[in-house]
């Protein structure tokens, strides 16, 4: 079956994030934000304990939300985060297919 | 300044990593998987609270990468997971900018 959603750039989704919930989020700040990325990690992590797939989809969504969110709160632009980081290779061997020891990050 | 990062798609960054770190990935499992997700989160606020726009940029590059690792193990595809959730706006009201309570999710 062929995948039916589009693509979308991590800029475009940053983007989406930011016109939906700035004018809060930037309210909040930081560390209340935080706070509510953290309750996202802890519901990922039911889901993926007992969750359905479809509660995983749902689940995954909210912490790239609540990651997004942040980063625009203190103005990360996370194409340029992933890009610099992972966009020639693994940052720690520099192979594009990661031959680091296992017990090494990553 | 015009920002130097080409666009990279959420399905492209999910295939990076995937390319990169898969076979470790499978081997971790998801629970070790996840321990790095949280390393890193720690990381990141850390960073928040005192890091550099530098070290920033890496901690959200990192928190984004483990989370695409696990969406890679468990078979999740993220562009799915946000196009579900986020495509037609605020899941909690509906609007593209949201208007839910401030008490309220998200």
Redesign the interface.
Known sequence: MP?????????N?QR??R???L??DL?RG?DGT?M???EE?GEL?GA?RSGT?EE???E????????AT??NV?????????????GT??PGCG????VCA?AE??
Request: aromatic share 12%; proline share 6%; net charge negative.
């Open positions: 995948d039916p959603s589009p693509p979308i750039t991590i800029a989704f989406l994030i016109e939906m919930y004018e809060k309210a930081v935080f509510w990325l953290m990690v992590a993926l797939h995983r989809l749902g995954f969504a909210d912490v790239l939300a609540w990651l942040i980063a203190v103005g990360i632009d996370l194409t340029e985060a992933v890009t610099r980081k992972y290779g693994c192979q594009l297919v990661c296992d990050k990553p």
